[in-house]
């Protein structure tokens, strides 16, 4: 009988093993996809392509075995060669070759030149060729990035005593309401993609306290803005027993803090790669949304027209005014009118037009939405009634509050969103791996 | 102007830091649900519900400033109390109370007694106020396994150098085709909801050379069995430059080891609430998938119907069958029949009925399938003819063999399934927060 024992260690060896002092003169054995091949006569050099960066191969006539002719970009190999010192090289080594052993070949030559340092194409061209460009050093470094942002959530709510959860996407009914719902047919029931985890984490706060979720969510937007997707990750948690909603406000600062201080540790090659300045987030002031409004009314001569919503150049203008402020490329706009939120949220006390709650953000573009929920189960239904709402219509969520619901909120923040914005880009789909938007469903 | 500077220090403790000796007689305050309330005269016993556990309270009359009256299971409460060594109550302390505050109260009555240590109930019962049944401590610690071993899964890829990705869920076409799938109008084009990550992995593979993913996936099945979701976790890992098929069970067995060893650390309290005794992987056997039925055919003297399926009834005794032969609760069946497995399979070079594939069973539940798949373009291309499929439907997947893949495989874990058989569970709705099956869409 045979049996599997776990995992072997390979013969061949990563960039980080592979390439140091000590190996200079050694012969090592890597894989790699040729990124690119620039024949000099005599020498050629290969550049190898792994996960952790490129790799300079040096072919030289008569010393490796192998045609160059028939080596071809963008197929698999496993080359043996002798690591060498080379400063202009990437990581400051070389690697002399000896063998290649050709382990896949493309069957066409690329339509795009993937190896160029930045992809010179349109948006438009990047996001039909997205399988080949994302091999794009640049590219793919944006998606680590945003790898990094996730764990970051994850370790710093795991260090805060959160428990991960997973939720439904298939709902009967979506906890924002509106008209921007997918609707499908569930075995003869009507059923929609859920457009947050918003009802399933509040549930999940009487059973753990603290909860968080990273998933998708759907929103049947028919805008095709530079900001929106139809689907995107959203970063969500809740917590329970909160004096204020500023305790909310407090984790996400403290999120942000502990990601960008792991992104410094362990991303720094994609942020030097990007030119990345990881901004301070030691401080991040908070301005009622009214005061908001007034100030960059009169700072920057823009007249109110409506008093209840922020338009996005509104968004933009407060984001200016608090970096020219106080340096700040994150703000807290706090108490959002009652109207303008969700039936579940906690009116302020002492003035019921706003609420306890607020949005982030970062470098004038909105990319958290949070703030306390209603625990108290007449008070939701006073709420739901004042809005014609039917409580019947959501009985299993109303279910936690009639049998007791500590004071508690949360947030969700929009993944692609904060990676758009750290990033510099001009555009969300930039920083999604496959975007979805109202024209696009492939690939 | 007011500034958020992250998270600061609670006046409130949890019971790792607040039934600790060195605070004995000293007074602290806590926070959490009242559990239970059980009135001696004199004394009563108020069990305090935290994430982390339950904390024995002391009502003592004349001592604790609040009127016992007034207290209601379910309600979220603050109390002060001194801490006391108690052998009796959890953690080997109690809290003798001084004051409690009430933050939330509950409406009404539990319509169930969720402080029982098991809950008595059908599981459709508890499914059907799943949002309470959840607060029932050995409901809850099931999910805290869960969490376990999602973190195991990603902390041991992460080590094992894999990125990880997040993959739309609206797709043009699902990857495993069939009927088994949820369709929906998207802007007046048709779209379906992934049936896994398969294409999105695969072309990640060739731009992180590893990857993985949990997240949802969709399942139109209208089996209502013991073992079928509608919507499970997937957990989804994918690798380039692979010798062989067994290196991806090498990384499955690899990622069981890491996550029992973090279970046991860190999950240690859950696992005994729970008595459950994780199994020994230190070496999983493998077994062909036509030995297999023969084996099983043989021993269990059962007569083989269909060479080329798996029925349910012979995964269960292909399970009996390695447990009394090398007492193993895993084992790798290989190699299934080529017809049974999906075109994107790599069929086995020596003998093409069978593919170089394998599932892994779990006490005779098939909890994974994966295998190497087909990386060279006319290759797949010949396989896609051979089955009546056009190439046109799945271009933008098929782009990455035209323009160069490495060898790879990868595999899918049912995160719900494995969960169910390690907990002893009869159905996976046990293992499911909540469950879609083809008559629940709610809660």
Chains 1, 2 share one sequence.
Request: glycine content about 8%; some cysteine; charged content about 30%.
């Amino acid at each position: 009988m045979e049996f599997i024992k776990g995992v072997r260690e390979k013969e061949t060896i990563g960039i980080a093993k592979g390439l140091v002092g000590e190996n200079v003169g050694k012969t090592i054995r890597m894989e790699g996809s040729v990124h690119t091949i620039r024949d000099m006569g005599d020498v050629a050099f290969v550049i190898l392509r792994k996960s952790e960066g490129l790799v300079q191969c040096v072919f030289e006539e008569g010393k490796t075995a192998f045609d160059l002719a028939l080596l071809k970009e963008e197929s698999a190999i496993r080359v043996t060669g002798v690591v060498s010192e080379e400063g202009r090289a990437p990581h400051g080594f070389e690697l002399r070759l000896r063998e290649i052993e050709v382990l896949s070949q493309p069957a066409e030559v690329l339509p795009i030149a993937i190896s160029k340092w930045k992809l010179n194409t349109s948006l438009e061209t990047k996001l039909s060729l997205r399988p080949i460009t994302l091999r794009n050093p640049m590219e793919r470094a944006k998606f680590r990035i945003q790898e990094g942002i996730v764990r970051g959530f994850r370790d710093f709510l795991h260090l805060k005593e959160f428990t991960e959860i997973r939720t439904p996407k298939l709902v009967a009914r979506g906890a924002e309401g509106g008209s921007n719902v997918f609707k499908l047919d569930y075995f003869n029931k009507k059923a929609e993609l859920a457009q947050s985890p918003q009802f399933y984490k509040q549930t999940m706060v009487g059973v753990y306290d603290r909860v968080f979720e990273v998933a998708p969510v759907f929103r049947a937007e028919k805008h095709n803005t530079t900001r929106h997707l139809n689907e995107y990750t959203s970063m969500d948690f809740e917590m329970g027993y909160i004096d204020g909603f500023e305790e909310i406000m407090e984790m996400e600062t403290g999120f942000l803090q502990y990601t960008f201080d792991l992104l410094k540790k362990e991303y720094a090659q994609e942020l030097k790669m990007l030119k990345i300045d990881l901004p301070d987030v030691s401080n991040i002031p908070t301005v009622r949304f009214s005061e908001a409004k007034e100030l960059v009314s009169e700072k920057y001569d823009r007249k109110i027209k409506n008093p209840y919503d922020l338009e996005p150049e509104e968004e933009v203008l407060i984001g200016r005014y608090f970096k020219e402020e106080c340096g700040s490329d994150f703000v807290f706009v706090t108490h959002y009118p009652s109207k303008k939120r969700p039936f579940y949220a906690m009116d302020d006390p002492t003035d019921d037009r706003y609420t306890l709650s607020f949005d982030l953000l970062f470098r004038g573009l909105e990319i958290t939405t949070g703030g306390q929920r209603i625990h108290d189960y007449q008070t939701i239904l006073k709420k739901m009634e004042d809005r014609g709402m039917n409580p019947e219509d959501i009985s299993s969520y109303l279910m936690i509050f009639q049998y007791g619901m500590p004071p508690h909120g949360g947030l969700g923040i929009g993944l692609e969103r904060l990676t758009m914005r750290l990033l510099d880009e001009a555009n969300v789909r930039e920083t999604t791996l496959f975007p979805r938007d109202v024209t696009r469903l492939e690939p």
